[in-house]
């Protein structure tokens, strides 16, 4: 039931532009400066997906053959994020590169401390690059951060033929050419463009749940012309990531006011002035969805986003008891819940802040039955009996 609708602005019959402002398609560039030997595209590789962009252009979203840029804040804070990415791949058997060479994109330094120089975080960017041609597999970008910093840095080095210089040489060093990939591919885009296939093996019924989505700042508001926009999704006056995810596979996406606004996270202010971060994420973001839309769950597509977004939670509940909670997850979590993945072993809840168990059963799983085979699990790593888990544990 919804409580107190907070304002909207009502969208337009169509989403429309005005073309002085529409970037310039940043391809013929590329594929120019490739021709003048000043770097190499990797192309994405077939079978590819074209799926909707901003401003009428589409983009090449490939199926599979992907090499998978993790998340430095996945993999050390919600690791059932990455584990359901690569759970969602296997079970769909498409093939992929989990690489062990992939260093940090660094973007920390770029958006919060700004302690490096642009010679050096471009390298960084495509010393990765380099390392997913030279497997001839395909950057596949986990996360929202690494996304937005590479498509920064994509358009520094189009434009600046003296960073060009300074970076070929570092990677002349390294040994490793100057690649650019022809796109640069958050995973959520995957799960867009497969979200119907993603359907398709879905084994539980979400009808009843209630979501409210929270698209990613660094997703949607850097260099947005490379963002998916759907007319058939808020009639392409928003980004339908997520969105588009979350009604094919059969939940409610519920509005509200301040879908815009910032998780809190922030970068810098999350680094020097916490409390901010934690209130902006429940004042702005979590009362007013509880308020509005009464959601089970907020689903989301970025590292920072689950993070803060979940784990404030706790402040605002320690200082006013009756403040409301609600679980944060992943569009990969989402989706491999609904797929019949294990809340424990795969999606690794136990994680996350914000309870979790209403949602569980409204879902239809066994939690307390779930975290018996999770604990048997875990005993046998801990008497020595297992090495690790493996994939085969997780039933794909």
């Known amino acids: 039931m919804y409580h107190q609708p907070g304002p909207r602005r009502p969208n337009k019959a169509a989403f429309s532009w005005d073309d002085h402002y529409v970037p310039e398609d940043f391809h013929e560039q590329l594929f120019e400066l490739e021709r003048e030997g000043e770097l190499t595209v990797q192309r994405v590789p077939e079978p590819y ?3 909707p ?3 009428g252009r589409t983009k090449k979203v490939p199926v599979g053959h992907t090499w998978h840029h993790k998340s430095c804040g996945q993999c050390g804070h919600i690791p059932g994020y990455s584990t359901s990415i690569f759970w969602v791949h296997r079970k769909l058997g498409i093939d992929y590169v989990d690489p062990h060479d992939q260093t940090s994109c660094t973007a920390w330094n770029y958006y919060a401390s700004a302690t490096s120089n642009a010679a050096a975080q471009a390298s960084v960017a495509v010393r990765n690059f380099a390392a997913a041609y030279e ?3 395909f950057p596949l970008i986990h996360c929202g951060t690494s996304f937005g910093h590479y498509k920064d840095v994509r358009k520094e080095l189009l434009e600046h033929a003296d960073l060009r210089a300074k970076v070929r040489e570092v990677m002349a060093a390294l040994g490793k050419p100057l ?15 497969m979200r119907h296939e993603i359907a398709k093996l879905q084994v539980r019924d979400f009808s009843r749940i209630a979501v409210c989505v929270h698209p990613a700042c660094h997703y949607h508001k850097i260099v947005e012309a490379d963002a998916i926009y759907d007319p058939e999704i808020y009639g392409g006056q928003r980004t339908a990531i997520v969105t588009a995810l979350v009604e094919a596979l059969g939940g409610e996406v519920r509005d509200y006011s301040t879908w815009y606004d910032c998780c809190g996270f922030g970068f810098r202010h999350i680094l020097v002035n916490r409390d901010f971060s934690r209130s902006f994420a429940t004042q702005r973001k979590i009362e007013r969805m509880m308020i509005e839309a ?13 993070t803060t977004l979940d784990k404030s939670q706790f402040a605002a509940k320690a200082l006013k008891p009756e403040f409301a909670t609600v679980p944060v997850i992943s569009d990969a979590q989402f989706a491999a819940l609904a797929m019949g993945a294990h809340p424990f072993l795969v999606c690794q809840l136990h994680w996350h802040a914000a309870d979790y168990h209403p949602l569980l059963e409204k879902m239809g799983i066994d939690w307390e039955r779930a975290w018996a085979q999770f604990e048997e699990a875990t005993d046998k790593l801990r008497h020595g009996e297992k090495e690790c888990l493996t994939w085969e544990d997780t039933n794909v």
């Open 49 to 51: 997906i074209e799926v």
């Open 53 to 55: 962009v901003k401003y």
């Open 135 to 137: 497997t001839g597999y």
């Open 179 to 193: 690649v650019i990939p022809e796109e640069v591919v958050h995973y959520s885009e995957w799960f867009y463009a």
């Open 294 to 306: 009464d959601p089970d769950v907020v689903v989301t597509h970025d590292t920072g986003c689950v």
